[in-house]
T-cell receptor, first 113, second 112 residues
Framework: DTGVSQDPRHKITKRGQNVTFRCDPI?????LYWYRQTLGQGPEFLTY????????KSRLLSDRFSAERPKGSFSTLEIQRTEQGDSAMYLC???????????FGPGTRLLVL | QQPVQSPQAVILREGEDAVINCSSS?????VHWYRQKHGEAPVFLMI?????EQKGHEKISASFNEKKQQSSLYLTASQLSYSGTYFC?????????????FGRGTQLTVWP
């Protein structure tokens, strides 16, 4: 039984660099979500896909963030010109449709120096 | 827009009960409950859907008051493994169906 996987698990980068994270959802799940979580807070929605279509992007998300899900399988989240405020845990979740259980991956912890 | 959880923290002895509450100012379609241990991903506990359907953990119960937009998670006969931060995620209908808004969490500590 394979759950949601994310890579890398940890990333340290210098301010101004670009970073890319990968998420592999549970194979039969057509929905994929990206969340960001900082210390003491709950996960904050960033964007989500249904198959390969990106259906919604949070207004809080700056233009430096972009996500893709080619062929409706894995997804990538790219952050360009990273800032120290981008330091957080980036969580990916997948589900089989809306209003269904969202299963979270282990997350990618980003530290921007 | 995020739901409000209460209490912020709970400390229990093993075997005691606890209730965690979640309330929203917006009309809700469903409420999702998760538990997260330090450094780990949130783990699904339960979904409560508008209309009364529930899916989830056998040993955990919850309620959803659709009129008041409130949900409560009931933890009975707590075990050491129940320690962690509990989050409610609320789902609204319409164009945002599927998107979850999470509260700030309730930190539960169970002592032997």
């Amino acid at each position: 039984d394979t759950g949601v996987s994310q890579d890398p698990r940890h990333k340290i980068t210098k301010r101004g660099q670009n970073v890319t994270f990968r998420c592999d959802p549970i194979s039969e799940h057509n929905r994929l979500y990206w969340y960001r979580q900082t210390l003491g807070q709950g996960p904050e929605f960033l964007t989500y896909f249904q198959n390969e279509a990106q259906l919604e992007k949070s207004r809080l998300l700056s233009d430096r963030f972009s996500a893709e899900r080619p062929k409706g399988s894995f997804s990538t989240l790219e952050i360009q010109r990273t800032e120290q405020g981008d330091s957080a845990m980036y969580l990916c979740a997948s589900s089989f449709g809306s209003s269904e259980t969202q299963y979270f991956g282990p997350g990618t912890r980003l530290l921007v120096l | 827009q995020q739901p409000v959880q209460s209490p912020q923290a709970v400390i229990l002895r093993e075997g005691e009960d606890a209730v965690i509450n979640c309330s929203s100012s917006k009309a809700l379609y469903s409420v999702h409950w998760y538990r997260q241990k330090h450094g780990e991903a949130p783990v699904f506990l339960m979904i409560l859907l508008k209309g009364g359907e529930q899916k989830g953990h056998e040993k955990i119960s919850a309620s959803f008051n659709e009129k008041k937009q409130q949900s409560s998670l009931y933890l009975t006969a707590s075990q050491l493994s129940y320690s962690g931060t509990y989050f409610c995620g609320t789902e609204r209908g319409g164009s945002t169906l599927g998107r979850l808004y999470f509260g700030r969490g309730t930190q539960l500590t169970v002592w032997p």
